[in-house]
């Protein structure tokens, strides 16, 4: 970020200078930090990939267990849905907490002691403090069911990384889970940098960008390379496919509603003298609106058709849509600000400039259920938040410090939500 600079380190300190006492709740999430560093660290060395992850499911039912939570596994994937039941007076709200549990296919290189034990495998996106966290909160919160004049439904997701593991949670009925939809809901996602440790950033409106697949074949006539002439070939038309595609982002879309196009395959032929029959493109694109993301739908396949025709080829495209833009409810993004401000302290909190590039399934529940997704810092304690290796390197490291801070957060989320009867 842009003003990583003028953000104030944490922790946060009162205008005398002093660290401000922690809130209750906090206080009690920092007396669970051995637990939620001993969890984590399992969860870590024991990294699972996409839909079906059954130790990561056994750690977290193994740690719910005897809080008194209604407990249900999913039957496509290994999901779990906690739901505790309030037993406090007053309107009856549901608010719903996520945390994604899933690896990357990254082969770690981090050298930590609690490094990845599973060749090929790696919490390089911080899911495993995802999990531990919320684990923390179903602790602080199974103490408040008195407190709580409603229902708080927990989301262990699996799937998160490319795997629809949110749309899948939501066929299974994980917004029923309660017996009524959730009035609101909230995700975390830890970062390794951008803001210094610590530190939360949100935003109203589109925070993270719809994605979705453009795939497309050129279909031409192969030949010997030394007599062009007699053949279709497709690679000169795929090289102006690349740059027509680039330069109809530039030409046909708002810079004010921005559109991001990468082609990240690109393949022809087998050797230097053959002209191949097909050659294969493939790319992502990237739209935070409604109206964009369909032009691109329809203005993508019209160039790449265009293009073809001109080289006389035959073009297969196809676009595939797959997670819509992360939209974060107004006055769901405000009282997730506040919730930072009452329990991590003022200063705590900044508005991010713009939306992120990057994408999130739990864009599809915040389709279904007002509510907020926030990013909390885990860059660790000296280290530049703007250097350090990133989420889904395979040198990333995240910081134990912010486990406390992120189960008290998830907790003052929910307590929250339904003390103001909703949002």
Known sequence: MSQTATVPQHPARTASGRTPEPSALLAEAR?????????????????????????????????????????????????????????????????????DMDALPVQEETGLDYASRI???????????????????????????ADLSGDVVLMFQPGEEGHDGAGVMIREGVLGAAGRRPDAAFAMHVVTGMLPGGM????????????DNLEVTLHGTGGHGSAPHAALDPVPAAAETVTALQNMVTRRFDV??????????????????????????EATVRSFSAVARERLSRETVRVVEGVAAAHGLEAEAVYRQQYPATVNDPGCEAAARESVGAVLGEGRHVELPRPVPGSEDFSRVLAEVPGAYL???ACPAGADPQAVA??????????????????????????????????
Do not use: W
């Open 390 to 423: 990133a989420n889904h390197s395979a040198r990333a490291v995240f910081s134990d410090d912010v486990l406390p801070d992120g189960a008290a957060l998830y907790a003052q989320l929910a307590l929250d939500a339904i003390a103001r009867g909703g949002v």
């Open 119 to 145: 060749d090929g495998a790696m919490h390089a996106c911080g899911h495993d403090l995802h999990t531990a966290m919320l684990l923390g909160a179903a602790r602080l919160l199974a103490g408040r069911r």
């Open 256 to 281: 004010f509603d921005p559109v991001v196009l990468t082609v990240g395959v690109l393949q022809a032929g087998t050797r230097p003298n053959v002209i191949p029959e097909t050659a294969r493109i």
């Open 200 to 211: 939360t950033a949100s935003r109203p409106g589109p925070v993270m960008s719809a994605s």
């Open 31 to 99: 007396a669970l930090a051995g637990d939620l560093t001993e969890l984590r660290h399992a969860l870590h060395r024991e990294p699972e990939l996409g839909l079906d992850l059954p130790r990561t499911q056994r750690k977290v039912l193994d740690a719910l267990g005897g809080l008194g939570f209604e407990l249900a596994t999913g039957t496509e994937t290994t999901s779990v849905t906690a739901v505790l039941r309030g037993t406090g007076a007053g309107p009856r709200r549901t608010v719903l907490l996520r945390a």
């Open 375 to 377: 990013f909390l810092s």
